[in-house]
């Protein structure tokens, strides 16, 4: 035990003690216990309620969901976010650029949750023009998936097509050596593809099926001549024709950039069909902010947040690992893998245990992030206790039910309090 | 294995690694970038297209939306108070912290580890368990809407780390040397400013960067506390993101000049942040 050097009076220790003790007793040991008996009270304050505002942390819908996304949250968030830290700690040791690196990771956490909120709002916008996330998922997508060119097109005026199961088919069979005219409208001239050229009329051919499919209108003059290829007009490249004869497709082609295109005669007597493949509305990526992926997306700008947080803990604790027992295992005969699964990990399991905690109290209390990210139309689904909380205490005016929610979040961390406390009380002691 | 093929493998080793993390460092370079270049872009052209359509058309970036927001009063007021709250609640931990912790770590009296177990158990309250308290409390005693109440809160939910922090700093000051400082005839307050002070600068710097950013960075306490006259930049951003897609000319701005400061603290006490996170762990 120290001894004071200062022979100190009482009083003295009392004066440098009262602002702190005064301070911590009014703002954080006072409210702890109101909030616990007013967690009894019904929402005048007046009526004693018993533990119904407890029942009601298991029986409102917006509190049930709450606790769910809470479960979901605690679970993936700590564990996905140490294991980055994890892989990024012992991985940046092997390039000479790794400072630079764990600067660029560490960086999130110097800014708020409402900047990483508006930050991340912006990435995950629906529409593929400004969201980035959707803007590469899509282009992942478009890459794998032909995309279709032509999502408003339609029969004009006396169109010889007719609309069929999303597509649009030949009023009349088709025959050799008469060439084929596939008129359409609606197309507008800059989502016309990027190759088409100006249509032109397809030459006859006896021994096959030929003809012409384009964007029957001219800007200005209407559609031009009715049915046939004007100079100004353009093929539809890309467009694929099937040949039906009996429900079968006979035969298939594709338009070539000036809208023409040869089926062999085996098409004879069939009807053309432009299948509706070619007018399905283009991939728009996925709804990141919808019901279904609010909470994942949320998470995820979560751990952008924090992974730089359990990396840099986890890198200084990779620092004290002794290099000579890593040696010691390569020499052995060890390779990288179980060097990294049978002695780093085994040795950092206090840090990784340390921080998965760490950021399981603090993912408790996310409020910021779902309040910001999540749309007014889906933040019932990406609902979360401490954002539950504020919204029974100050806009639903349930100050009862908002109060059981925080002795409910104080006793999810209690046992950590008892950690510290525990540890502490060897240190002083010594 | 031959020499040669180790070192193939080596090479090919070290190549995966360095892609991974190249790749890894632009997702998370990529948000910010991305609200950078929006702020810098005009509302026609942030709804006519991606951000990323500026690296074919280098024209289109301007201050415009910098400009406008600067005069827009709401957010140059909602700056000076974030400044007002932020500062005093920054100094008043660091001054009361460091006269409990100086007390806790070198005077004596009865139940001193005791209290001191109580401070530390208190570290991971959640702000939350006081929000409707204190609301009430504040609108009892008229504080409620003003800066103080703010700092007030602040500096409450500030205490128990920075006297946690800096009392373990504190302890592991030579004895010799404060024993010589009071034969030389100093009193109690001029150990504390002249000896305790200067020697615990390294962990009152943590101590101040950290509750700097804390409270610079905050939104649900002022959300709580504050109202339109004293709200901070985040609460007058959050106000405006009900209407998110319509108004990024004034969110990414507004965003990014709330970032700028804690950025600069940030890159320019790296190694303070990093030491107060590590003693921060357990908050």
């Known amino acids: 035990m120290r001894r004071s050097v200062t022979g100190t009076r009482k009083t003295v220790a009392a004066l440098f003690l009262l602002p702190a003790l005064v301070l911590l007793g009014a703002l954080v040991v006072y409210p702890i216990g109101y909030s616990v008996v007013r967690s009894f009270y019904d929402r005048s304050g007046d009526g004693f309620a018993g533990v119904d505002n407890y029942k009601a942390l298991f029986t409102d819908a917006g509190i049930r969901t709450a606790l769910k996304n809470n479960v979901i949250w605690v679970v993936f968030a700590p564990t996905v976010a140490t294991a980055l830290g994890l892989i990024f700690a012992v991985l940046t040791e092997r390039v000479r650029w790794g400072t630079a690196f764990k600067l660029v990771v560490f960086m999130p956490m110097a800014i708020s949750m409402l900047a990483a909120g508006i930050i991340f709002r912006l990435v995950y916008d629906q529409d593929p023009d400004k969201g980035v996330a959707n803007a590469v998922w899509v282009g992942v997508h478009d890459t794998f998936v032909q995309a279709s060119a032509f999502p408003k097109a339609h029969p004009g005026r006396d169109s010889p097509l007719t609309a069929h199961n999303g597509g649009y088919l030949t009023k009349a069979t088709v025959s050799t050596g008469t060439p084929v005219a596939l008129p359409l409208v609606g197309v507008a001239p800059d989502q ?70 040869t089926l062999p005669a085996a098409a004879d007597g069939a009807r053309l069909r432009l299948p509706a493949s070619n007018f399905e509305e283009p991939y728009n990526g996925l709804d990141w902010l919808g019901p279904s992926l609010v909470t994942p997306a949320i998470i995820g700008s979560y751990i952008w ?67 910001i990210i999540a749309p007014g139309s889906s933040q019932d689904d990406a609902n979360v206790l401490a954002l539950e909380l504020y919204r029974k205490g100050f806009s639903e005016n349930q100050p009862g039910i908002a109060s059981a929610i925080a002795v409910f979040l104080l006793l999810l961390v209690i046992p950590v309090m008892w950690f510290n406390v525990r540890r502490l009380r060897r240190e002083v002691r010594r | 294995m031959t020499t040669a093929g180790r070192w193939l493998i080596e090479k090919v080793n070290s190549g995966l690694v360095r892609g991974f993390l ?76 460091s006269l409990a912790g100086y007390a806790f770590a070198w005077m004596e009296f009865p139940g001193r580890d005791w209290w001191f177990l109580a401070v530390v158990g208190l570290l991971v309250v959640p702000v939350q368990v006081a929000l409707i308290p204190i609301a009430e409390l504040f609108g009892k005693i008229g504080l409620f809407g003003s800066v103080f109440g703010v700092v007030l809160f602040h500096v409450g939910f ?46 009152i710097a943590s101590l101040a960067i950290f509750q700097f950013l804390w409270v610079w960075n905050d939104m649900l306490v002022a959300l709580v506390f504050t109202n339109a006259d004293s709200q901070p930049i985040t609460v007058a951003l959050q106000t405006q993101v009900r209407q998110f897609g319509n108004n990024i000319d004034v969110l990414a701005p507004g965003a990014f ?15 303070q942040f990093v030491s107060g996170v590590m003693a921060g762990a357990v908050k």
């Open chain 2, 257 to 271: 000049i709330s970032m700028v400061i804690p950025l600069a603290v940030f890159f320019a006490f790296q190694r």
């Open chain 1, 305 to 371: 947040m924090w992974a730089g947080f359990a990396m840099v803990l986890i890198a200084a604790g990779l620092a004290g690992v002794p290099r000579e027992l890593l040696e010691a295992a390569r020499v052995d005969g060890a390779n990288e893998w179980q060097v990294f699964r049978r002695v780093t990990v085994p040795l950092l399991a206090p840090v990784l245990a340390v921080v998965t905690v760490t950021l399981m109290i603090n993912v408790l209390k996310v409020f910021d992030l779902v309040f």
């Open chain 1, 192 to 261: 016309m593809p990027d190759g088409a050229k100006k249509a032109v009329r397809a030459a006859p051919d006896p021994g096959r099926i030929t003809g012409t499919t384009w964007q029957d209108f001219t800007r200005g003059k209407g559609v031009g001549t009715l049915g046939a290829p004007d100079p100004t007009e353009l093929g539809y490249a890309g467009m694929r024709i099937e040949a039906v004869k009996d429900g079968k497709v006979v035969a298939a082609t594709t338009a070539a950039d000036d809208g023409t295109f």
């Open chain 2, 22 to 97: 190249l790749v890894v460092g632009l997702f998370w370079l990529v948000p910010t970038i991305g609200l950078l270049i929006s702020s810098l872009r005009s509302p026609e052209d942030l709804s006519a297209s991606g951000w990323w359509t500026v690296f074919g058309k280098p024209s289109q970036l301007t201050f415009d939306s910098y400009r406008k927001l600067l005069e827009n009063g709401d957010i140059t007021d909602s700056l000076v108070n974030t400044v007002l709250i932020t500062v005093p609640a920054t100094l008043l931990v660091v001054f009361i912290g």
């Open chain 2, 158 to 203: 500030g205490l128990p780390f920075a006297v946690f922090l800096l009392r373990n700093f504190f302890a592991e000051i030579p004895r010799e040397l404060l024993e010589a400082a009071r034969l030389d005839g100093a009193g109690e307050l001029r150990l504390f400013f002249r000896v305790v002070m200067p020697l615990g600068g390294p962990a």
